[in-house]
């Protein structure tokens, strides 16, 4: 099996890569249209700001090329942002892959610290991609910006109020938290993706 990673401007490459490592699968790290087209399965992570981002798939006409992917690609974080349609950082227009927009958490509550950062748990799993894990398991985010609650939602969680912490569409999947790491869970999710 070919795993691509998708090269960008966007952090995260690296964890990714040791967490397929520790359950013993390669991947290769390209932008090369070619390679990614052919992929069996592509990973668009992703931790970094929706604007350049989006400026540099652009750049590389790798914006189009996502979005005509035809085999299970997996969005996490910023790279699940990026496929829904709009963000509010810096009024991004993204891929347009799912319906719901990227807002930004508010809070008049000084108690409540943006961006999110650490465990919490999500809930309402609603796909294969969560074969093997209970509800309410606990993944790792790292956050100022969540999707809304939408038709695409595959599981949800709460941090100032409910948002999509899973989308899914198609061949397309996206998680807002970090698999690579989020321990065994993770390792689930990410092994689960691998054998849609």
């Not at 950082?89 to 930004?104: A, D, Q």
Request: hydrophobic content about 40%; some cysteine; glycine content about 8%.
């Amino acid at each position: 099996m070919k795993l691509a990673i998708v090269k960008y401007n966007a952090g995260n490459i690296r964890s990714v890569l040791y967490a397929l490592e520790r359950i013993g699968v390669e991947a290769i790290v390209t932008d090369d249209h070619e390679q990614l087209g052919s992929a069996d399965k592509v990973i668009f992570p992703g931790v970094g700001e929706a604007s350049t981002a989006m400026a540099y798939l652009k750049e590389r006409r790798l914006d189009n090329l996502i979005r005509e992917l035809r085999q299970p690609v997996l969005g996490i974080c910023l790279g699940m942002q990026l496929l829904c349609s709009h963000s509010e950082e810096n009024n991004t227009n993204c891929l347009g892959i799912f319906e719901e927009k990227v807002m930004r958490f508010k809070t008049t509550d000084p108690e409540i610290k943006i961006p999110q950062v650490g465990w919490n748990n999500i809930y309402g799993l609603g796909s294969s991609l969560f074969n093997g894990v209970a509800e309410n398991s606990y993944c790792y985010f790292v956050h100022s910006y969540y999707a809304e609650t939408g038709p695409n939602a595959i599981a949800s969680t709460e941090y100032i109020q409910a948002y999509s912490s899973a989308l899914h569409k198609n061949n397309f999947y996206g998680v807002q938290f970090h698999p690579e790491k989020s321990a065994a869970v993770g390792e689930r999710i990410l092994k689960n993706f691998i054998e849609l």
